[in-house]
């Protein structure tokens, strides 16, 4: 018998300190629609990690340059992103915006060129978001939102689709059977090559 070799990996980044927040919630549906389309599944909690921010040094942007100059966590994950097919990020609305975990890794992200070119091009993405308020615009979901979708144009990822909902104690997001249904969908989604 021949095995199996096409299956999608996806990694998936969480961005909230909850580890069954509502975001990790989300993007747990996410992965289950993707492990039935038979994807494999890596998933890093951000926090927790020692991820440290962007000095600027422009290391990844010289010529010859060997990656990002900070030796921290980021180091494994670069690896990690580069290999993967799809990415899931999953984060809060922090403050009107994604949370600092999150940002701290995207941010870093901007070394991931210097170890593979093209390394964003045709990546497969998927975004997952909780808020407390009712509304994607008031809670300031929608500038996460719109960050992800510009950054990821800018560096010609694909995002796959984004689900987002409100909910406040952790967890809480399960009782929105629509949108685990949404999110669902789009791990199946995701998962297709
Ligand atoms: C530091 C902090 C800032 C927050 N800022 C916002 C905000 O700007 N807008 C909003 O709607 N909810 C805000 N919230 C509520 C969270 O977004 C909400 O509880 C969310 O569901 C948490 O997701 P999680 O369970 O994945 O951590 C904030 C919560 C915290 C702890």
Redesign the pocket.
């Known amino acids: 018998m021949t095995e199996k070799t096409d299956s999608q990996k996806i990694l998936v980044l969480l961005g ?3 580890k069954k ?4 919630t989300l993007a747990e549906q996410i992965v289950k629609g993707a492990e039935a389309a038979g994807a494999t599944v890596e998933k890093i909690y951000l926090h927790g990690q020692n991820i440290a921010p962007c000095q600027a040094c422009y290391a990844c942007r010289k010529p010859d340059s060997k990656g990002c100059a900070i030796d921290d966590d980021m180091q494994p994950i670069y690896k990690k992103l580069i290999e993967a097919d799809g990415w899931v990020i999953a984060s ?5 915006s994604m949370s600092a975990q999150t940002k701290l890794f995207l941010d870093r992200c901007f070394a991931l060129l210097s170890y593979k070119k093209g390394a964003f091009a045709g990546k497969r993405i998927a975004v997952a978001m ?4 009712a509304d994607p615009f008031i ?2 979901c929608v500038n996460a939102l719109r960050t992800f979708q510009d950054a990821f144009a800018y560096v010609k990822a694909n995002i796959v689709g984004m689900v987002y909902g409100s ?2 104690k ?1 967890g809480e997001i399960k009782s929105n059977q629509a949108l685990m249904a949404e999110a669902e969908a789009l791990g199946r989604q995701l998962a297709k090559s």
């Open positions: 909230s300190p909850r927040g509502n975001s990790t809060p609305v922090y403050w009107f909780s808020y407390a308020d809670s300031g909910a406040d952790p």
